[in-house]
């Protein structure tokens, strides 16, 4: 066997005898349960989140980059990539290297590359990113099994050069890691990755409801289900999660499209204007009729009308609608004449169905009548993975509703999203999207970051803290303080926390925590 075949069976360390040989089989079982962890993994990210947390704990490296998928024409970036440790200057460079520089020659000729220092390397000295970040201590590798193309790279930075054992440990981690990926790059291409597709498929101006989790797809298969009958509906979900837009999803996906879609806020309507505002008034029926006033019903005659809030309506007024809804008729205010309608009623309310099943204060007859087949939104907390697309597509829309030039989040906005606590849920993320927009625009700037989000953070000494302010510093202080104690080794801060490295590192980004730097460091 030949010294190099010998190093491909033990990668993971060049030391024979009886300590070495013990410490060789510790840490090759340690690699397999590591594998075996990420074999767990069900979708792309997970495996990313996971597998990126492992290399840069098993190689010491400051930075890592991970991504994994073909480039179309070689120009289109993955979809599929995570990076820890990187500002977002760093970030655009590592990423414009897929196709020059360092990690093209890695993927170019399937082999490793490491360098104790680029800047000082007459292979990669010249380039100019390699001299404008004063790119030190390098280690890549392309994600590719035996014999196959690459499928991806990893890409680590360090502040100590890379041993020959730590290129040695990453080969082997990859070439178990690339089988894994290319499974589950199989079962999204088999599945689009996407479980919202076929349902979305099937409807028109979908666009406003965004994301891909089997949440939102359960919601869309309800609505393909749903708007083509004529049943009046039930929308609940907390304030915020975008009621209004799925009511009128499910109108503009209905055989009334082309009919009115009216709104009522029931809220904002007081009991003794509700018959009036809904139904309309005769001549002489109030002090204000001094002619015939159209109602809302009348509005929506051959469409849908939209009632927000309506567990806020008094039994009186739900006693009204139910009997709207049981004859389709209604009489004006001050009128003995029934008039028909032909409305479709989408009501919607921020209480859930099981509250309002035990409230007295909402009628179970109505409540029968609304909820044959009632959808329930969800808060953001419950469907994360949905947080940064519609970031994104909130930015994209903001831009245009105010004719700015397209702006984008940076990879440290993303992350401080994405971590980030959302009680007002969709509403609220669009606030403070439209806020950080506006900023980095004044700014002159076309990246939106974490700093124009929520700029009262830079400047709150002089006021008590929010919740959310109060809540980010004891994050940070709990999570620096793990960090300290486990001199700064991510895997045992995570263990310490109880969180998983992945989650981790999105915390230390989002939280802007950096490791200090030592005296000649």
């Not at 996906?253 to 009522?264: D, I, L, Q, W």
């Not at 005659?301 to 739900?318: I, M, N, W, Y």
């Not at 950080?436 to 002089?462: K, Q």
């Amino acid at each position: 066997m030949d010294a190099e075949a010998r190093d491909h069976e033990a990668p993971l360390s060049d030391v024979e005898g009886g300590s070495g040989r013990i410490e060789r089989l510790r840490r090759e079982r340690d690699f397999y349960r590591q594998l075996l962890q990420l074999a767990r993994a069900t979708d792309i990210k997970a495996l990313l989140d996971e597998a990126l947390a492992q290399i840069v704990a098993l190689s010491g490296a400051s930075q890592g980059y991970l991504e994994i998928g073909h480039r179309d024409d070689g120009d289109r970036p993955s979809p599929w990539w995570l990076a820890n440790g990187f500002d977002d200057e760093e970030l655009v460079t590592v990423r414009r290297a897929i196709s020059s520089g360092i990690i093209a020659q890695a993927i170019a000729t399937g082999r490793a590359v490491r360098t104790a220092s680029a800047i000082a390397d007459p292979r990669f000295s010249s380039r100019g990113s390699v001299k404008r970040n004063a790119i030190g201590s390098v280690l890549c590798a392309p994600v590719a099994a035996p014999s196959e193309a690459p499928s991806g790279v990893v890409y680590l930075q360090g502040r100590e050069p890379f041993s020959e054992e730590a290129e040695r440990d990453l080969a082997f981690f990859v070439e178990h890691f690339a089988p894994l990926v290319e499974r589950l790059l199989r079962q999204g291409r088999a599945s689009d990755a996407d479980p919202t597709r076929e349902h979305r498929a099937k409807l028109v101006d979908h666009d406003e409801l965004v994301g891909r989790t089997p949440a939102m797809a359960e919601i869309l298969k309800t609505v393909t289900l749903v708007a083509p009958l004529d049943l009046h509906l039930l929308i609940t979900g907390p304030t915020g999660t975008g009621k209004n837009a799925l009511a009128r999803l499910v109108a503009t996906n209905s055989a009334r499209r082309g009919g009115p879609f009216v709104e009522v806020n029931c809220a904002a309507l007081p009991d003794e204007l509700f018959e009036s505002e809904l139904f309309g008034a005769v001549p002489g029926a109030h002090s204000t009729a001094h002619r015939a006033l159209p109602g809302k019903v009348d509005a929506a005659e051959g469409g849908t009308l939209f009632l927000d809030e309506v567990a806020e309506l008094s039994p009186r007024a739900q006693a009204k609608l139910l009997q709207f809804l049981q004859s389709k008729t209604f009489f004006p205010l001050g009128s003995t004449a029934p008039v028909t309608a032909d409305v479709r009623i989408i009501a919607a309310t921020n209480v859930g169905l099981h509250e309002l099943r035990e409230s007295s204060r909402f009628r179970q007859d109505l409540l029968h009548r609304l909820a044959v087949m009632p959808i329930d939104l969800p808060a953001l907390e419950r469907r994360r993975d949905d947080v940064v697309p519609l970031a994104r597509h909130l930015c994209r829309t903001i831009c245009q509703r105010h004719g700015l030039p397209l702006a984008k989040l940076s990879a440290n906005a993303e992350n401080t999203i994405h971590c980030e606590d959302w009680p007002g849920n969709v509403r609220e993320l669009g606030n403070v999207v439209e806020r950080g927009v506006i900023v980095a625009h004044g700014a002159g700037r076309d990246t939106v970051t974490p700093a124009d989000l929520f700029p009262e953070r830079e400047a709150t000494a002089d006021r008590p803290p929010t919740f959310q302010e109060a809540t980010r510093r004891f994050q940070k202080g709990l999570v620096v303080q793990a960090l300290q104690t486990s001199q700064w080794n991510v895997a045992a801060a995570a263990e310490r926390l109880d969180l998983t490295r992945s989650y981790l590192y999105k915390l230390i980004s989002a939280l802007g925590i950096a490791k200090p730097h030592g005296p000649g460091r």
